[in-house]
């Protein structure tokens, strides 16, 4: 079985790999940065999922796991525009409307946020993971029924990206405060839910997962000012 996982260098990215890796995969990684992994089941793209021109052909993955974001700089052409082109270039054959399902694909997951449910992000952010929503189920209805397609939809999550405000005590207390269970996830912790999604699951489609700590029944969003 292979998988396509797109911002596996670091983070969920990487976590997710690894846990397919565990789990007997070959994994196709696409990342802007070099390799993390060494395993002789995985192979390294230095690919920007915005030049969709520049993917590699011959790739026929079972499981896509569209992963690949930024915060605050481009988000609408990499974490939405970037979902769209790595789905309608590996999961489809043909252009839209004619496109049909790819022979070998059986499961696409896109890696959305909790901003996406409730708004509260910088708004080009929360614009670009909303529209995963959406595009979620778009694609679940043309997979359809050979195979399915969902968002696993993170709150707080331990990565980088979020550096800023979990080096910064003040703030960190406050968000802990906003969070009933008082922790946010790992990145392997949510490798798991994406891995149940794209693989386990075999019935549910077109659902997009709101997969936090309970923080987004009080949706602050808490950043540095400057």
Known sequence: MKALI????????????????????????????????????????????????????????DVIVNNAGVQGADDIAVNLQGTINITETYAFVGDFPAAKPAPWIRSVVNVGSASGHTGSEFPEYAASKGGILSYTKNVANRLAPQGICNSVDPGGVLTELNRPVMDDAAMWERIMQLTPLRRWAEPDEIAEWVYFVGVTNRFMTGQNLLIDGGEAGAAEFVWPED
Not at 30 to 54: K, N
């Open 6 to 61: 797109t911002g596996t260098s670091a983070g969920i990215g990487r976590a997710c790999a690894e846990l397919f890796l565990q789990r007997g995969w070959h994994v196709y990684g696409f990342d802007i940065a070099p390799t993390s992994i060494a395993h002789a089941e995985y192979e390294h793209f230095v690919i920007d999922v915005r030049d969709h021109a520049a993917f590699p052909a011959g790739l026929e993955p």
